[in-house]
């Protein structure tokens, strides 16, 4: 499904990522973890297409993407969300999911102008996806207040909502429980296994590691911009590589 | 829904009908600065879109108006073409020149985006005056032809006010209509997060130069009107940047996030000098100073609106919290409220 090729990406003198491969299948569900500053922000905004690499490439379904715009990568069903959520906030809750719906993306300047009966047929049909999409994370009651009213974790639903509208086939989720609590986070959990329960492949980066053990099938870890491992949760619980790399050596800890 | 359309439509083209009577037999000031006014709502109503909506603040509107003004001039006397034929003509010209300055200047953003337009404002304002052999360069241009639809001359103030504001109201309408659209939303939610925007597919720059391309069209087009169906003459000051402020003050007062907003505050900033003319000519005050102390007071009015009331008079984010409507909604779907 998805394939990076050995990516490597630099700020000035600072090498971000070096050299990553990694690969995610159709219909897995697959973590990245690392410490603070370890590049995996820096690697979804490379496959999303907001940042180039210098070296390597990325392929979605065989096909190249590593200089395509961000949008265009969207409209090829790779789709992603923000650490920081970045809803619409001047729009209301259900009109953020109804930009997202691909089929309103057939209304352009000269439609909105003058609408055809097909037109009317269209926003009929996104307004009732749209709403389906709330429904489904739960916001039915909040659809028509403004997005930014809403509390953060409301807000993070909704960009999941937003970002299922375009009806993904790679999903790649950004912290999807920073700032959350332990209740929203297990309803998160709960939505994310529901989406992934339909076919919907999950490119999640994670730092509660017992949400990542309940969910991912595989767990890929990097650290100070390389791969360093990837395994079964299992195996990367028991990995001395990982416990090194979040909490450093033990010479250096007795120090 | 349908039934505020139509009151709101009822209200609308019932008072442009009446205005002019009230205007001429009750508070007797003249039908021409209604007229005025008639223009500026087609640039804010214009500009709020590419303002308010896809928040790309332009500081340049008055050069297409410019434009299409002398274009629509340039081609009646010099060529000796119908203004049925001009006005097109220089609305054209208008669109067209929206594209070569949109395509780069919309690569730029926030600020150095307001900065670039205004630049080209003031150098289609210089351009105006500069082109003596073309533009009539400080007099400009007069003795512009009035319109004629077959045997009909469309001369009288009352006539123009008519074409006027009937071309005003369809501009409102075109312009709500798009508002309310997808295409409304996108604007939006460009203005709201350029990033999050590309993220669901939408292809920014595309957006922000069709829209550009739209709103500066509107202007060039008004500018056109204003050439043949206001005073017979047009010159360069009446382009200047000043008008850009202006328009944007507009906006500004009647609330960035509505069109209807926009119309609100191109009737109070257009009648508003008429009102402060009116208690000049009380304290016996000549006609120039009246126009600097005008100035003056849209900078203020902009800036105490920029601080306590940013969203303006209309702003549509109230409209939208309405908990009646949610319900409605909701019912309709068949989905109970958890």
């Given amino acids: 499904m998805l394939q990076v090729k050995s990516v490597s990406c630099q700020f000035g003198g600072l090498k971000v990522l070096n050299r990553v491969t990694l690969e995610v299948n159709q219909g897995e569900l697959v973590g990245l973890m690392g410490p603070n500053g370890a590049g995996k922000t820096t690697l979804f905004n490379i496959i999303s297409g907001f940042l180039t690499p210098v070296e390597g490439e990325i392929y979605l379904k065989g096909e190249r993407i590593t200089y395509l715009p961000p949008h265009l990568i969207t409209r090829k069903g790779l789709v992603r969300t923000f650490q920081n959520v970045r809803i619409f906030k001047h729009l209301s809750v259900i009109e953020n999911v109804e930009v997202a719906i691909p089929q309103s993306h057939e209304i352009g300047l000269l439609r909105g102008l003058f609408p055809t009966p097909k037109t009317k047929t269209i926003r009929q049909l996104v307004k009732e996806k749209a709403l389906e999409y709330v429904h489904l994370v739960g916001l039915s009651q909040v659809a028509l207040r403004n997005a930014d009213s809403l509390t953060f974790g409301q807000q993070r639903l909704l960009g999941i909502a937003r970002a299922i509208a375009l009806?993904?086939?790679?999903?790649?989720?950004?912290?999807?429980?920073?700032?959350?609590?332990?209740?929203?986070?297990e309803a998160l959990s709960e939505i994310i296994k529901k989406i992934h329960s339909k076919g919907v492949t999950i490119f999640i980066i994670e730092h509660d590691i017992s949400m990542l053990m309940d969910l991912a099938q595989r767990i890929i870890v990097l650290d100070r911009g390389k791969k360093i491992t990837e395994g079964s949760p299992e195996k990367i619980k028991e990995e001395k590589t990982v416990i090194e790399a979040y909490f450093g050596e033990r010479r250096k800890c007795l120090v | 829904m349908k039934k505020s359309f139509i009151l709101r439509w009822t209200f609308f083209i019932g008072s442009v009908i009446v205005l002019p009577f009230i205007f001429e037999h009750i508070?007797?000031?003249s039908v021409e600065s209604l007229l005025q006014t008639g223009f500026f709502i087609m640039l804010s109503?214009?500009?709020?879109?590419?303002?308010?909506?896809?928040?790309?603040?332009?500081?340049g509107h008055a050069a297409f108006f410019?434009?299409?003004?002398?274009?629509?001039?340039?081609?009646?006397?010099?060529?000796?073409?119908s203004p049925l034929l001009s006005i097109p003509v220089g609305t054209m010209v208008g669109a067209l020149i929206g594209l070569f300055v949109g395509y780069p200047v919309l690569k730029l953003k926030s600020f150095y985006l307001s900065l670039a337009t205004l630049v080209i404002g003031i150098a289609v304002y210089e351009f105006f005056k500069a082109a003596d052999p073309l533009t009539g360069g400080e007099i400009g241009i007069y003795d512009l032809p009035n319109i004629r639809l077959g045997n009909l001359e469309i001369a009288s103030p009352l006539a123009r006010y008519y074409t006027v504001w009937t071309c005003a109201l369809f501009i409102i309408f075109l312009c709500d209509r798009l508002s309310h659209s997808p295409f409304g939303q996108r604007l939006r939610a460009i203005h709201s997060d350029e990033q999050a925007a590309e993220c669901v597919g939408i292809d920014v720059f595309k957006t922000k130069l069709k829209i550009f391309i739209f709103s500066v069209t509107i202007a060039a087009f008004a500018g056109a009107l204003f050439a043949h169906c206001s005073y017979g003459s047009i010159e360069p000051g009446e382009f200047s940047v000043t008008l850009s402020i202006k328009v944007i003050t507009m906006v500004v007062v009647g609330g960035m996030y509505s069109v209807y907003g926009a119309v609100t505050g191109a009737v109070i900033i257009g009648l508003l000098p008429e009102i402060i003319r009116n208690l000049g000519s009380f304290a016996a005050m000549d006609l120039t100073q009246i126009t600097h102390i005008q100035d003056a007071l849209f900078g203020v009015i902009l800036v105490i609106f920029i601080i306590f009331s940013p969203e303006g008079i209309l702003s549509q984010r109230k409209e939208r919290t309405d908990v009646t409507g949610k319900k409605c909604l909701l019912s309709i779907r068949g989905i109970e409220s958890p």
């Fill in chain 1, 167 to 185: 009806a993904p086939e790679i999903l790649l989720l950004d912290e999807p429980s920073a700032g959350l609590n332990r209740k929203e986070t």
């Fill in chain 2, 27 to 29: 508070l007797s000031i």
């Fill in chain 2, 45 to 59: 109503v214009s500009l709020v879109l590419l303002v308010g909506f896809a928040g790309q603040i332009s500081l």
């Fill in chain 2, 66 to 81: 410019g434009v299409g003004a002398y274009t629509a001039a340039i081609v009646a006397t010099k060529l000796g073409l």
